[in-house]
Nanobody, 117 residues
Framework: QVQLVESGGGLVQAGDSLRLSCAASGSGFSAFTMGWYRQAPGKQRELVARITSADTTTYADSVKGRFTISRDRLKNTLHLQMNSLQSEDTAVYYC???????????WGQGTQVTVSS
């Protein structure tokens, strides 16, 4: 059973930084595409950043140059370094993992990020 547990959210001021982490339990994550999504109140969930099994990264235009996604294969952990946070970044952030073989995807419970202006 795959489980994803996010941590690192909180309340910060505009311009501050936060680092989100997603601890994955199970096996085979090196072959997974993993990503961070976010959902603000009244809005649809959107992709923030994604990293493939080949370590190819994709970012939403709104976070390019400010956020960095990375993965620690030894610890089965996904990170999202968020710099120069803006009030528009306020949302619940979710960790996602997609099995490259079965295409089944998994979600964490989410962690709240609130940026005050």
């Amino acid at each position: 059973q795959v489980q994803l547990v996010e941590s690192g959210g909180g309340l910060v001021q505009a311009g501050d930084s936060l680092r989100l982490s997603c601890a994955a339990s199970g096996s085979g994550f090196s072959a997974f595409t993993m990503g961070w999504y976010r959902q603000a109140p009244g809005k649809q969930r959107e992709l923030v950043a994604r990293i493939t099994s080949a370590d190819t990264t994709t970012y939403a235009d709104s976070v390019k140059g400010r956020f960095t996604i990375s993965r620690d294969r030894l610890k089965n952990t996904l990170h999202l370094q968020m710099n120069s946070l803006q009030s528009e970044d306020t949302a619940v952030y979710y960790c996602n993992a997609v099995d490259g073989l079965t295409t089944k995807d998994y979600w964490g419970q989410g962690t709240q990020v609130t940026v005050s202006s």
